[in-house]
Structures are given as C-alpha cells and as structure tokens.
C-alpha cells in the first residue's frame, strides 16, 4: 500500500513500452506537467486523456481552534487541486468488484419513520396524516386548539339547557299550559349544529371568467385554497374543454362545500377526487407527467369506490406507476 | 485546458507529430493506469502522488428507497498535490 514508484523507474518503463529514448519521456512528463500548470491558471481545469480531469476548487474560509493552546484561529480560504479518475480508469481498476450490486437490507428503516402510523389502516383526516409525517412534533400544538374548539362546540348549548331545565320546573308549577313551550326550547339546540355546519360551508355559486383568470385563482376566492381547482373543473367539463385554457365570458358553476377546505367531509373529498380524476383523464393524452401527478394526488385521498367508478378509463399501468411513488402532495 | 490542446502544445514544444506524442501519451498513461492496480503509487515531480485506495463494503443510508443499504467495496484513485503545487494555487 504504501509502495511508491519512482519518477525515473516509470520514466524507464515506458521507454521500454515505447521504444522511444529515456529523455524523450522524461521531457514528456515534465512538459504536461507544465502544461496543466498552465492550464489551471488560465481556465482553472485540465482534462488528461486516459488519465482524469485536474480542476481548482475554493475552499471556504473557516473558524479553526489552534490544538495545543485552544486558541481561535480564522483559517483563510484557498484553492486545492482536485482530481477526478475518468470513468474507464475507475472501471478499469475496479474490474474484480463489478459483479457485485449494492442490495437492500429489509428490517432495518429509518428511525424518524418508525413512529408514523401505515396510511392504510387508520384513515384520519388528510391534513393531520400529512402534519404527522411531515413534522412529528409539532401536531399536538395543532390538535390543542381543534379540541379546544370541539369542547367549546359541545358545551356551548348546554348552559342553555340547563337554564331551560332549571325553569321548567318552576313554570310547570305555575301554569300547566307552559309546559307545552318547554319542548320548543329543546328542539333548538338540535338545529343549533345545523346552522353551525352551514357557517362553515363554503358557498358556491355562478361566475363569468374576467380577463386574467385561471381556474386557480377562482379556486382561490371561492375557497380560499388554489389547490381545490379540480372541484370546479369537474362540474363545468361541457364548458372547459381545457384545464389550461379558461376563456373570458364562460359562465361557470361553482360546487358548494360542506366543510372548510382543511376539514373536509367525506362527500366533499369523495367530490374532490372526482375532479382529480377528471383533470387526469383531461392530461392523459397531452401531457402524461401531468396526468399521472394528478391521478396520484386522487389515490392519495383514499377513495377506492371513485377510482373503482372510473376504473374502465383508467389505464392499469398508470396506476401501478402512481402506487410505487411515495410522499405526499402539498395539498390539505 | 483540454486533452487536444496539451497534444498540440506538446507537439510544438518537444517537435514531434501529434499522433507519435498521442500514442506515447497512451502508453504513458496506460503504464500508470497498470501501476495503480498493482497498489502502487505513482508520484510526478511537480504535479503530486496518484495512489489508489480500497473502500470496503459498508452500510449506508438510501433516501430514495428510505432503507438501509450494503455497498460493495470498491477502489478509489486519490490524488494528493505536490508541495509546488499547493503553494502556487494558494
């Protein structure tokens, strides 16, 4: 290993090979060694044939502490020569290894990994799946205030209720006709959640394309997230011909929500899919990286019954393609 | 400075044809190239030491899979500029 050969032992030895005189070789070698010299002070790289590249690389200034007095020293920066084997050397050196692959070893998985539940089994709603494979610590910060809010919607009415129940009894002591309002009373805290659900709702509705528009900026001011467009392509396919292509004066319909994108229902991402779905079969022939994205994103809400309504005009090899890619769209 | 350019260049300087410096070029290179796989290094005056290293085989961490994977060993050719050299490109 720690064998050298000495200049003047190669010099002798491809003189031999050659058959050309010593010093000949001997100005050979001195000659391209000035010659890359030069090279890298002009253009900073030399290329030898059969050999590799020769190239100039910076070296950042860095903070360094002197070993013996603990001191610290700014070390400057400079440039080194690197050196990069060309590819036939390096296949050439390595011919004893090339049969061998590097393999997979099973069972052994990243640590971060491990604590984030299989997506299969447990369907929670796609905006907490995505912040616990994203960033595990931070999802209880974001549960704290959804079960704070869940709390406040339980026992919001109940105060009423109880008031309500307090004065039942002195009223039906009183009067016997006043029972008969009681019952009124309690019939308001079930339409309650009703009126709840539709606050959250996000209104539909028609609109006329203005210059300037795209189906994202619709999607935009009607549910404040750009990424739901597919949701008003899918219910205006005789009008948009294009996904693209949006002209000024189309009217549009735009689908209702049941809930705030964020939140979403089962119909709505059920609808959502769909749309997907549609923006695929729109892609599929123009621009297949495209479709495929989108046709992903539709698996991704887990939605088989959908993908098994559209199952005739999806192609098979698509979706095995879509089911190797792993992660998950920027879309909540 | 590209591999033609240092052939034209040498062919000026030592007043040989560029396909006789071609072919001592190969050859030079190609002793080299055997030296290294024989585990010796190879230095020239002025430039610095070729020497070639083994890597063995070892773990190593694929994200693109997100596993862990066994790398074959393999041989790497290192190049440790000469003192010249390191001083002039300081």
Do not use: C
């Not at chain 1, 003047?8 to 058959?19: F, Q, Y």
């Amino acid at each position: 290993m720690n064998k050298k050969i000495t200049f003047s032992n190669l010099v002798d030895k491809i003189a031999e090979e050659t058959g050309a005189s010593k010093k000949l070789i001997h100005d050979l070698l001195t000659e391209t060694v000035h010659l890359t010299r030069e090279g890298l002070n002009r253009d900073g790289y030399v290329n030898l044939g059969g050999l590799g590249r020769f190239r100039l690389k910076w070296k950042k200034a860095r903070s360094g502490r002197n070993p013996q007095t603990g001191e610290k020293i700014e070390i400057p920066g400079r440039s080194s020569v690197n050196f990069k084997a060309e590819a036939n050397l390096r296949e050439y050196i390595n011919r004893k290894y090339s049969h061998l692959q590097s393999e997979i070893i099973e069972g052994e998985i990243e640590p971060k990994n491990t604590p984030s539940p299989p997506v299969s089994k447990t369907p929670p709603p796609p905006e907490i799946q995505e912040e616990e494979k994203k960033r595990f610590v931070w999802w209880p910060w974001l549960a704290l205030p959804l079960i704070i809010i869940i709390l406040a919607i339980i026992f919001w009415p109940s105060p009423k209720v109880s008031e309500t129940e307090i004065k039942e009894p002195v009223i039906s002591e009183k009067v016997e006709q006043d029972i008969q309002i009681p019952p009124e009373e309690t019939e308001q805290p079930e339409t309650k959640p009703v009126i709840e659900e539709i606050k959250y709702e996000m209104p539909g509705g028609q609109h006329t394309v203005k210059p300037g528009e795209k189906l994202w900026t619709i999607s935009l001011d009607f549910y404040n997230q750009g990424d739901l467009w597919p949701n008003i392509y899918r219910m205006n396919l005789n009008v948009i011909r294009n996904p693209d292509l949006l002209l000024i004066g189309n009217e549009i319909i735009i689908p209702s929500l049941q809930s705030k994108p964020g939140n979403l229902t089962q119909k709505d991402i059920e609808d959502i899919a769909e749309g997907f779905i549609e923006v695929y079969l729109a892609y599929k022939k123009s621009d297949k990286r495209k479709a495929l994205y989108y046709l992903w994103v539709a698996k991704k809400w887990n939605v088989n019954e959908i993908i098994d309504k559209y199952s005739d005009r999806i192609d098979e090899t698509d979706l095995k393609l879509v089911d190797k890619i792993k992660g998950y769209p920027n879309i909540k | 400075m590209t591999n033609s350019e240092i052939i034209k260049n040498l062919s000026l300087h030592l007043g040989k044809s560029q396909v006789e410096i071609k072919r001592l070029l190969k050859s030079s290179t190609k002793i080299i190239r055997d030296t290294l796989d024989e585990d010796i290094g190879v230095t020239i005056p002025g430039l610095g030491t070729f020497r070639s290293n083994l890597k063995k085989k070892r773990k190593s961490f694929n994200p693109y899979h997100n596993k862990f994977m066994l790398l074959p060993p393999k041989r790497i050719i290192r190049f440790h500029p000469g003192s010249s050299i390191k001083n002039e490109f300081k």
